[in-house]
């Protein structure tokens, strides 16, 4: 069983033909194996052979190197930062599953599918749901942007933002303050960003399914209600979707320079607490500039 298409066409579109990525590939029970793809065609092969028996997940950045990322220690986050290439942001939210993971723990597989279904049918991921549309208006109101979204099948879902490449001294920093005030602003609680590595991290690639669930990994109208969102990814035909990378982020890009620059002041004055700066009214002020 292969993708439509128009997935292909997606993909194109948000990776573009030629990179330099991560691909894991696998199901919790069976293990997982990465791979470091550099074409389109690469990823069209590794979907091929091992959809949709297996999930898959893509680095969130092309990196600007030669080298086999298989190489990279993926501990060392500075070469990960240094590397990425910055045209995007993203904004992740997580569902907690530590109360499903304890009531399946005796189950066999097909009572494991259905009460995981069945959770989620009955609303154990509206919380995400919820503080997505917030951020999303939150979005739209500080920056006029509007953000691509999508579930991810399970108990995530992601919010992208597409900007010009960014040049930052403190990437990993800067964004941190723009989650950290984000996340103030709009007075949400699953966003996850604290225990992420930002420029390493990956992403469920859209379109494949969730082995736990059965729900395929889509993009989603934020104004869905909730349960049209999870019908929505009950199959993997391919939806068109809001995306647009060709929006004005002038205001957004400004507000992150203006950030950076205040970080590496702030560690010239040897102030090296760097994740407890006192940087919001700064943000507030600029945005309202």
């Known amino acids: 069983m292969k993708l439509d298409n128009k997935w292909h066409e997606l993909y194109e579109y948000l990776y573009g033909s030629k990179f330099n990525r991560l691909l894991t590939i696998g199901t919790t029970k069976n293990g997982y194996e990465t791979f470091n793809i550099k074409s389109l065609n690469e990823l069209k092969e590794k979907l091929d052979e091992y959809y949709p028996r297996n999930e898959f997940y893509i680095s969130l950045y092309d990196y600007d190197s030669e080298e086999s990322l298989l190489s990279w220690n993926r501990l060392d986050s500075n070469k ?78 992601y ?61 989603y109208d934020v104004n869905s209600k909730y349960l049209d969102i999870i019908k929505n990814s009950e199959n993997k035909l391919f939806e068109d979707t809001y995306l647009e990378k060709n929006q004005d982020t002038r205001k957004l890009e400004n507000l992150l320079k203006i950030i950076d620059e205040e970080i590496t002041k702030q560690k010239v004055e040897g102030n090296n607490d760097v994740f407890n700066y006192n940087l919001d009214k700064l943000i507030q002020n600029t945005i309202n500039s």
């Open 159 to 219: 919010l992208y933002l597409f900007t010009n490449k960014l040049q930052l001294k403190n990437p990993t920093i800067t964004y941190y303050y723009l989650y950290k005030f984000i996340e103030t602003y709009t007075e949400i609680t699953t966003l996850t960003y604290t225990q992420i590595e930002p420029f390493s991290q990956l992403v469920t690639l859209p379109g494949s399914q969730n082995n736990k669930s059965l729900l395929y990994a889509k993009a």
């Open 80 to 157: 990960f930062e240094k590397k990425a290439i910055k045209n995007s942001i993203l904004f992740r939210f997580r569902q907690n599953t530590d109360i499903i993971r304890e009531e399946i723990i005796n189950l066999n597989d097909i009572q494991k599918f259905m009460f995981i279904r069945r959770s989620i049918n009955l609303g154990s991921d509206k919380t995400i749901i919820h503080d997505v549309k917030k951020v999303n208006t939150a979005i739209k109101e500080l920056f006029n942007i509007k953000p691509w979204i999508m579930f991810n099948g399970y108990n995530e879902c």
